[in-house]
Antibody, heavy 120, light 108 residues
């Protein structure tokens, strides 16, 4: 059974770059059946989709964040990663990685989440 | 972006109650709607896709309906394990996908 696990610093200074990695275990991210996504949830509970990557490197970014984010994939490590530049306190959130059905766009598997706080 | 509006934001109910949560899309999304349950401190869990298709392992007391812009999630008889927050999500071809603001089902 596939599981996803996020990892990265819990505290990031303002104006710096947030970096998170999601490792898949129990299955390969090289399946053509899925996209691999990042989603964040604000402390007030709202959910925002950040973007996805396919195993071949094709990406889609939410236009609201496009200028600040990069999602990459390392199939040899069964991982995909998120980088978000120029962070502010408004980027403080729980960050989830998730598996997204490629022929639809809902999320059938989520990681446990990684809380990122932006503060000096 | 397609806006998703859930109502109510909070719902107080008792075990055994029938509860219905509504989700409205700012434009037609056909049946491209999913529902998730989120318990405190946990990630969301997929309950329903394509407006009414129950995921494997989800109890039959959960059901979804609707199409176009109006959707609902119904729990036929609330169990203690169902007190949680519920989210809808649209996944029409009009990216980005977007989520509703959530409905917290709390104990009356």
């Amino acid at each position: 059974q596939v599981q996803l696990q996020e990892a990265g610093p819990g505290l990031v200074a303002p104006s710096q770059t947030l970096s998170l990695t999601c490792t898949a275990s129990g299955g390969s991210i090289s399946s053509g059946d899925y996209y691999w996504s990042w989603i964040r949830q604000y402390p007030g509970k709202g959910l925002e989709w950040i973007g996805y990557i396919f195993y071949n490197g094709v990406t889609y970014y939410n236009p609201s964040l496009k200028s600040r984010i990069t999602i990459s994939v390392d199939t040899s490590k069964n991982q995909f990663s998120l980088k978000m530049s120029s962070v502010t306190a408004a980027d403080t959130a729980m960050y989830y990685c998730a598996r997204q059905i490629a022929v639809a766009f809902y999320f059938d598997l989520w990681g446990r989440g990684s809380l990122v706080t932006v503060s000096s | 972006d397609i806006q998703m509006t859930q109502s109510p934001s909070t719902l107080s109910a008792s075990v055994g109650d029938r509860v219905t949560i509504t989700c409205r899309a700012s434009q037609s999304i056909s049946s491209w709607l999913a529902w998730y349950q989120q318990k405190a401190g946990k990630a969301p869990n997929l309950l329903i896709s394509k407006a009414s298709s129950l995921q494997s392992g989800v109890p039959s007391r959960f059901s979804g309906s609707g199409s176009g812009t109006e959707f609902s999630l119904t729990i036929s008889s609330l169990r203690p394990d169902d007190f949680a927050t519920y989210y809808c999500q649209q996944y029409s071809s009009n990216l980005p996908v977007t989520f509703g603001g959530g409905t917290k089902v709390e104990f009356k």
